[in-house]
């Protein structure tokens, strides 16, 4: 399945209502541009496909699922992001105050610590 294959849509459409639902039962919203949500949701997708989780797409994920594990959607650092921004790092956990434009409209530093990554 490719990003071009009508099945993709379908899977795309699928997750973004189990993400929907989620974030309604954690009150919570997803981001309401539906082509930047879209985006999002795809690259959680393709994470999920490529290491058998839906790491971050905005995050360098190691490939490994116990170091990778603060990174998954949603991530750790999620709630405190809402709570201080309005919105999580990668923008596709909304509240409130972010669609009410009260925050989130700027840039949001990354709550992960860096691990040092060595060039291949």
Do not use: H
């Not at 699928?14 to 981001?31: I, P």
Request: proline share 5%.
């Amino acid at each position: 399945m490719t990003e071009k294959d009508p099945k993709w849509d379908e899977e795309v459409e699928k997750y973004t209502n189990v993400l929907r639902k989620f974030a309604a039962s954690t009150n919570y919203t997803l981001n309401p541009d539906e082509k930047y949500l879209r985006l999002i949701v795809e690259g959680l997708l393709m994470n999920k496909k490529k290491f058998g989780y839906a790491s971050c797409p905005c995050r360098v994920a190691d490939g490994k699922r116990e170091l990778d594990a603060d990174i998954i959607c949603p991530c750790v650092y999620r709630d405190p992001d809402l709570e201080e921004y309005g919105r999580c790092l990668c923008g596709l956990y909304v509240n409130e105050e972010y669609t009410s434009g009260r925050k989130g409209q700027g840039g949001i530093p990354d709550r992960r610590k860096y691990q040092k990554m060595e060039r291949k």
